[in-house]
């Protein structure tokens, strides 16, 4: 299994590498600086990143068939991208990544330049519409969360209408709980999660109030009802550690 790549030794990155530019409330945002720290900073700020990328890296072995097109919404740095097409060389896989910061694109674009994939950069905002066409495959993650629902379900139905009529979609986000006490375990839990990687309090701290507005969680109900309301079929959660949770379907019903 290829392993996902770190560009630079997690020991020199504790958190306040980023999250000292974001210091007032609901000041998030993804921002070329943030490309350049970006593939550290998710895998110490999202539970189990690691093993989410390694799960879908697993998952194309079903999903992502020769000459396969897979679409990235939200593709960042291109990790999981260089993952699939790193196990499979043999593939002739073609991406289309998304990302409306430029600069993450670039770091993608040195990702894949090795392999065997053929790849399109998209520097654009996902809610603004789609480019590609009969996706095999259809990736979203901790992507749709930073998007108000109504965006959220015209980007999801925008990508089923781009899909193989027995395509996939796999979906990360970040839940809002129901019930209040389980939404203060989970939170309690995440930030307990972040300190034993070793980022400091102060930096926990920061980066929850620059989130403020910025992060849209839905429940649980509420993600499966955009995902069956947008044309998708047969969702399973097929990861799930507290808040975080990956959602995967398919464009129609196995017949």
Same mark, same amino acid.
């Given at each position: 299994?290829?392993?996902? =790549?770190?560009?630079?030794?997690? +020991? ?17 945002? /993804? ?15 999202? =539970?189990?990143?690691? +093993? ?10 079903? !999903? %992502? =068939? ?25 593939? %002739? ?31 654009? #905002? @996902? ?19 930073? !998007?108000?629902?109504? +965006? ?6 925008? %990508? #089923? ?8 979609? @796999?979906? %990360?986000?970040? !839940?809002? !709980? ?13 930030? +307990? ?45 097929? /990861? ?9 379907? /398919? ?5």
């Amino acid at each position: 299994m290829a392993n996902v =790549p770190v560009p630079r030794d997690l +020991d020199s990155f504790r958190g306040d590498d980023l999250t000292d530019r974001f210091t007032t409330p609901g000041s998030w945002e /993804f921002t070329a600086e943030v490309a350049d720290d970006f593939d550290n900073h998710v895998r110490l700020s999202v =539970p189990f990143y690691d +093993d989410v990328q390694q799960l879908i890296e697993r998952l194309s072995d079903w !999903l %992502a =068939p020769e000459k396969a097109t897979i679409a990235d919404l939200g593709a960042s740095t291109g990790t999981t991208a260089r993952l699939i097409s790193q196990r499979h060389p043999e593939r %002739a896989l073609n991406f289309h990544l998304y990302d409306s910061q430029e600069s993450m694109l670039e770091i993608a674009h040195e990702k894949l330049r090795d392999t065997s994939a053929t790849s399109h950069y998209h520097a654009s #905002r @996902i809610e603004h519409g789609l480019c590609h066409y009969d996706a095999k495959l259809t990736l979203a993650l901790f992507t749709l969360q930073f !998007l108000e629902p109504g +965006d959220r379900l015209k980007v999801l139905r925008d %990508a #089923r209408e781009r899909s193989q009529p027995h395509g996939a979609l @796999i979906v %990360a986000e970040k !839940l809002r !709980l129901v019930d209040p006490r389980w939404q203060e375990i989970a939170i309690c839990s995440s930030h +307990d999660y972040k300190a034993e990687k070793g980022i400091g309090a102060r930096a926990i701290y920061v980066k929850e109030r620059s989130l403020r507005g910025v992060l849209n969680p839905l429940t649980d109900r509420q993600q499966r009802e955009m995902l069956h309301e947008s044309g998708w079929t047969s969702i399973e959660t097929l /990861f799930r550690w507290q808040q975080w949770v990956m959602y995967a379907a /398919f464009a129609s019903n196995c017949t």
